[in-house]
């Protein structure tokens, strides 16, 4: 299993990044997916799940209405739209596939920092 994310980078206040998860070594558009983020000095938590076949979403209170995911089961890849970024986004981002509770697979993860 490898998950691989990019998109990750230095934006301003209010500015947006799209990040990508390429996933492989496991059936993707069979599984829900899901990024979380780890800020410095913090816990890390769940950021948005998306199902299987991407008809339904969940986030956090603290993105809904300025983060979007979605994935593209053709070419294995789940997406974070964030828009309207805030300093308190900043947080290495990660992707996730749990194919069971209690197994987790986790990517290396893409810096995302929020300052001017």
């Known amino acids: 299993v490898q998950l691989v994310e990019s998109g990750g980078g230095l934006v301003q206040p209010g500015g947006s990044l799209k990040l990508s998860c390429a996933a492989s070594?496991?059936?993707?558009?069979?599984?829900?997916m899901s990024w979380y983020r780890q800020a410095p000095g913090k816990e890390r938590e769940l950021v948005a799940t998306i199902s299987s076949g991407g008809d339904s979403s969940n986030y956090a209170d603290s993105v809904k209405g300025r983060f979007t995911i979605s994935r593209d089961n053709a070419g294995n890849t789940v997406y974070l739209q964030m828009n309207t970024l805030k300093p308190e986004d900043t947080a290495v981002y990660y992707c996730n596939w749990r194919p069971f509770w209690g197994m987790n697979y986790w990517g290396k993860g893409t810096l995302v920092t929020v300052s001017s």
């Open positions: 070594g496991f059936t993707f558009s069979s599984y829900s």
